[in-house]
């Protein structure tokens, strides 16, 4: 308070004092890091510019082990808080994601199916799959297959079912699974001339 009122007040140093009961000594008073700790300070702010992501304790161990510094740990983390390295915000790690391509609306029913597998578990523990067919125009479920297995050769026959009560789709749309990526499967959309759609090329359904 005493150094604000002779800063902006225009007051003396010595009526300043006086007033907030400051001694000039302390006042006048400007902590000085030495020889040593100037050269602490030099190092940090090299190794904490070309190592951004190093906290307190490779910097410590750098100046330890590297340089051969013996100073004591304690010495070195006060300058390096003084320094405001402890602040530093640690740059996140940004996971990168390929843009999904847009999914096309349908116009018309039979335009594009998707579908889909989904696990789940029983009571006693066995795992069950489900198989899920969509017409993508308007939601419509078109069939639900549950059982303990869903090989290539069950997903065919629930299409062709399918085709015989809807009709054949433009298109089929489906993940990646090992069902659908079989050489049953593609051979079966190539023979009915149904496009055949993954997710990395979802704009086929058109």
Not at 43 to 55: A, F, K, P, Y
Not at 137 to 149: G, H, K, P
Request: aromatic share 10%.
């Amino acid at each position: 308070m005493a150094q604000d009122a002779v800063r902006h007040r225009s007051v003396s140093i010595r009526f300043a004092c006086q007033l907030f009961s400051v001694s000039e000594s302390c006042y006048r008073y400007q902590p000085q890091l030495n020889e040593e700790n100037t050269v602490i300070a030099d190092w940090l702010l090299r190794i904490t510019d070309s190592q951004r992501n190093w906290g307190f304790g490779l910097c410590f161990l750098y100046l330890r082990n590297v340089k051969g510094f013996k100073f004591n740990h304690k010495r070195i983390y006060r300058i390096y808080c003084e320094l405001s390295l402890n602040m530093r915000i640690k740059p996140k790690k940004r996971l990168k994601r390929d843009k999904p391509v847009p999914l096309a609306v349908p116009e018309s029913r039979n335009e594009c199916w998707s579908m889909d597998f989904m696990h789940d578990q029983l009571s006693d523990g066995r795992s069950v799959r489900l198989l899920n067919v969509i017409d993508d125009f308007n939601r419509e479920a078109l069939a639900i297959e549950v059982d303990f297995s869903l090989p290539a050769n069950r997903v065919v026959r629930t299409l062709e079912q399918l085709i015989e009560w809807k009709g054949k789709p433009a298109a089929i749309r489906c993940d990646n699974g090992p069902e659908y990526t079989g050489r049953i499967l593609m051979s079966w959309t190539a023979q009915q001339r149904v496009v055949y759609v993954v997710p990395a090329k979802a704009g086929q359904c058109n």
